[in-house]
């Protein structure tokens, strides 16, 4: 008898949990959305003196407030890049870094609580006539989109030549440990 009351007992205060502290969930509405641009031309092709560069599905994706349509967060670049070495020499490329400028040419700034990712770590040995590709993701100014439109982008490799050339310099005057 004593156990059926505390089965009846336990049952009661399991019902009531489920059932009396059930509370409606109401589904909110998402109040961002991810929106992808592709810039124009979505490809272009970089020749300098050693490489020749191919920025190929280039498109800004970015997190925007759906009441305000104001741009939250830092947007992103994304896109494809292939890079040719042109010379005689074995090039080690380290990064790959751009710079959004202005219409004018000068470098549009970011705000002080944008995330600055302007460097593309790169790692590739190329020997002449070598091709290395990969993925572009990097962040823009979110200034670049509204207040001070994309003119240009300034693509800079960071590499190391092979051969590489090395001077050595020995100091002339005797150095003496006292």
């Known amino acids: 008898m004593h156990f059926i009351k505390i089965f009846i007992l336990l049952t009661l205060s399991l019902a009531i949990g489920f059932f009396g502290c059930a509370k409606e969930r109401k589904a909110e509405a ?3 959305e991810q929106v992808t641009k592709n810039l124009v031309p979505p490809k272009s092709e970089i020749k300098g003196q050693v490489f020749l560069v191919e920025l190929s599905d280039l498109r800004v994706v970015m997190t925007v407030n759906i009441a305000s349509k104001e741009v939250v ?7 494809s890049i292939k890079i040719t070495n042109k010379s005689k020499d074995i090039q080690d490329i380290q990064a790959v870094t751009v710079e959004c400028l202005d219409e004018a040419g ?6 002080p609580d944008e995330k600055i990712e302007k460097v593309y770590p790169f790692w590739k040995v190329l020997q002449p006539e070598g091709i290395a590709e990969g993925s572009l993701d990097i962040t823009i100014p979110a200034n670049a989109i509204k207040e001070k439109p994309l003119g240009k982008l300034e693509v800079n490799l960071v590499y190391v030549s092979s051969p590489l050339k090395r001077e050595t310099l020995i100091l002339s005057e005797k150095i003496k440990i006292e």
């Open 106 to 111: 000068k470098p549009i700034p970011y705000k």
């Open 73 to 79: 967060g830092t947007p992103s670049l994304k896109g």
């Open 30 to 32: 998402p109040t961002q």
